[in-house]
């Protein structure tokens, strides 16, 4: 009467631990992810467009964006002016909306180990981009 007993912890044990995701996919706990997304034009919430997109901010300033369907697309991020202001920069930004709504200049509302909150900058930056949001919310998965 031992032996099925055993087998059957045995056996949920394996289905606990064993299923487990690894922790190279996107949804692994370093990703961040948009909570809130509105554009400079109409002032939207457009944050349900970002379903499905994480991102890894890397300490090397680069940046791997987890595009819908498992592929990855390469950008770089970098703050600037004594942390009040993070730049995200793409390679054919244009092609991959909307994400491309993040490259720019923004400025440092909070920058936490968990939330990142910007807002569109105020000052010029050097490269304009029309695509552009006005207000985004980032956490830590």
């Known amino acids: 009467m031992q032996k099925p007993l055993i087998s059957r912890l045995f056996f949920l044990a394996l289905l606990s631990f064993g299923c487990g995701k690894s922790t190279d996919s996107p949804d692994n706990a370093t990703a961040w992810v948009v909570t809130f997304f509105n554009d400079k034009v109409d002032k939207d919430d457009e944050t349900a467009l970002?379903?499905?997109?994480?991102?890894?901010?890397?300490t090397d300033n680069s940046m791997v964006i987890y595009l819908p369907g498992g592929s990855t697309k390469a950008a770089k991020w970098q703050l600037a002016k004594n942390d009040t202001q993070l730049v995200i920069g793409m390679e054919?930004?244009?092609m991959f909306a909307p994400v491309d709504g993040l490259v720019g200049t923004w400025d440092v509302e909070e920058y936490t180990a968990t939330s990142i909150k910007l807002m569109i900058s105020t000052t010029l930056s050097t490269v304009s981009n029309p695509?552009?949001?006005e207000k985004v919310e980032l956490k830590k998965q």
């Open 92 to 94: 054919d930004a244009d």
């Open 131 to 133: 695509n552009q949001g």
């Open 50 to 58: 970002f379903t499905g997109y994480s991102f890894d901010l890397n």
